[in-house]
């Protein structure tokens, strides 16, 4: 049975640090895109950010580059969001994601398995 298992969400102020963790399980990911979304309420669900998980290339939305930062470990079978400088507009539900290659990893469609989420609340 494939999982994906999101962990490290919580409530941090404004300007603090938040690390994401997404062990995976089930099969193996090599050749696949891993992507992190999030949805807050009332919107739609956003990319956030993308890895290869072979060659380890990265993508990241713009609304996040400089902040974020998308990687993974291999031994551990874990993609981590490493989120710093956080703000209130980042408070949503995180979601890990797995896709089969494709070059469009910024559509949620793309991707074929999903986590339960974790949340995320960022205070002013």
């Known amino acids: 049975q494939v999982q994906l298992v999101e962990s490290g969400g919580g409530l941090v102020q404004a300007g603090g640090s938040l690390r994401l963790s997404c062990a995976t399980s089930g099969r193996t990911f090599r050749g696949y895109a891993m992507g992190w979304f999030r949805q807050a309420p009332g919107k739609e669900r956003e990319f956030v950010a993308a890895i290869r998980w072979s060659g380890g290339s990265t993508y990241h939305a713009d609304s996040v580059k400089g902040r974020f930062t998308i990687s993974r470990d291999n031994a551990k079978n874990t993609v981590y969001l490493q989120m710093n400088s956080l703000k209130p507009e980042d408070t949503a539900v995180y979601y890990c994601?797995?896709?089969?290659?494709?070059?469009?990893?910024?559509?949620?469609?793309?991707?074929?398995?999903w986590g339960q989420g974790t949340q995320v609340t960022v205070s002013s």
């Open positions: 994601a797995a896709a089969e290659w494709t070059s469009r990893l910024s559509n949620a469609l793309e991707y074929v398995y």
